[in-house]
């Protein structure tokens, strides 16, 4: 879904538990996320430094869509 | 461990993940790797069928490993395995088969990939769609299989015809005759026939209508080359999309747990923060606890909003969501090409897609 929406002309930011599944359908901006079952998320944090982190992985991938890339890029 | 005498000829080792494993469903998906002796789950079938072929084979162990846990801690799960599966010293490893299932087709790769370099031949099968086909194709002999489990006799027959070859060094056939997807290998062989006759011959099954088949087909990689950078966040309009399948609750559209048909599309307009009791998670493919006690965990609505004040964005009033669990590549780009031309219609610049 990166890729066709991407190809459509709208830049995409990736946020993905498993970056080998991101590379290999061809999303370009790529962030990774936490877990499978909380990618955005750890349930074993304080509820406001899950936010804090939650905060920081959008910040991230903001970041990377103001990013200039050629290629398939990986914003850990 | 690591006893090497043999009852039998040949000796395998077999992985399977938690719910091939007897472990459980995708709640122990997060199970660690441990070892059991002798077959288990498919590897009774396995076994049965190796030797139904008359080969003298016995399942020494099967290495179970949970698919999060494997996804989420690859390389350490691989420093641990490899060792292990290297002191039973198998004659062949086998994983899977993983289906439509990608975080199990991604590791029973992963397996296989690493076990090549060391010697020891290692083959899994997995569906045409499975993400961990690209990736390992060239490295790993990956026979085809269905996409569903009712495929699994079928695919075991074909692991077992191409394991039989491994262990008595016979000759492997083209990967078609053996079932297996293509590796790239270019094999240089005699044909009866010149090249010239070949392509006369084909050159006439085209005009005339008829199927044929290319001795080169050309690789196709399908890749898009990134968008220009957003040059400033302010005043543009960003989506947010999931494949997480974060729905509001009750699950209005039906989406499908898995083999999604379609995808939702939802308002955010008012909406501050998602909570348990607004919106839940249709996905089938992971535990969904967490994310239905707390939906911004995949789908971040809460900092969505916080972010926008502070860097001056307009979050786009709708939110698209599917559920990316075994749903097909066709589908996904159809939902894909939809939603994009209504993003375009409605002023979309950028889109942050979250996934499990």
Known sequence: MAKEIERAGIPVAHICSIITISQTVGANRIVPAVAIPHPLGNPRLPPEEEKELRRNLLKKAFAALQTPIQEQTVFS | MGDASRNREYRIVHYVNQFFGGVGGEEKANCEPFTIQGPQGPGRLLEKLFREEKADVEIVATVVCGDSY?????????????????????DLVVAGPAFNAGRYGMACGAICSSLQPLGIPAITAMYKENPGLD???????IVESANIVSGMEEAIRKMVRLGIKILRGEEIEFPKAEGCFEQGIRKNYFHAEPAVGRAIAMLLRKINGDPF??????????????????ADLKGITVALVTSGGIVPTGNP????????????????????????????????????????????????????????????????????????????????????????????????????????
């Open chain 2, 213 to 230: 088949e290319t001795e080169y087909p050309i690789p196709f990689f399908d890749r898009v080359d990134p968008q220009p950078a957003i």
């Open chain 2, 70 to 90: 494997f996804a989420e801690n690859q390389e350490n799960v691989l420093r641990e395995l490899i060792p292990v599966i290297r002191e039973y010293h198998p």
């Open chain 2, 253 to 356: 559209d039906h989406i499908e747990s898995s083999s999604a048909s379609k995808y939702g599309k939802y308002p955010l307009e008012g909406l501050e923060t998602l909570n348990s009791r607004t919106h839940q998670s249709a996905h089938g493919g992971y535990d969904n606890t967490y994310a239905n006690d707390d939906p911004n965990r995949v789908l971040p609505i809460d900092m969505m909003r916080e972010l926008e004040k502070e860097l001056g964005f307009k979050p786009h009033p709708w939110y698209y969501a599917t559920v990316g669990n075994g749903t097909s590549v066709d589908n996904a780009q159809k939902f894909a090409k939809e939603i994009a031309v209504e993003m375009i219609r409605d002023g979309v610049q950028a889109v942050i897609l979250t996934s499990t």
């Open chain 2, 135 to 141: 990736p390992y194709r060239k490295t790993v002999l």
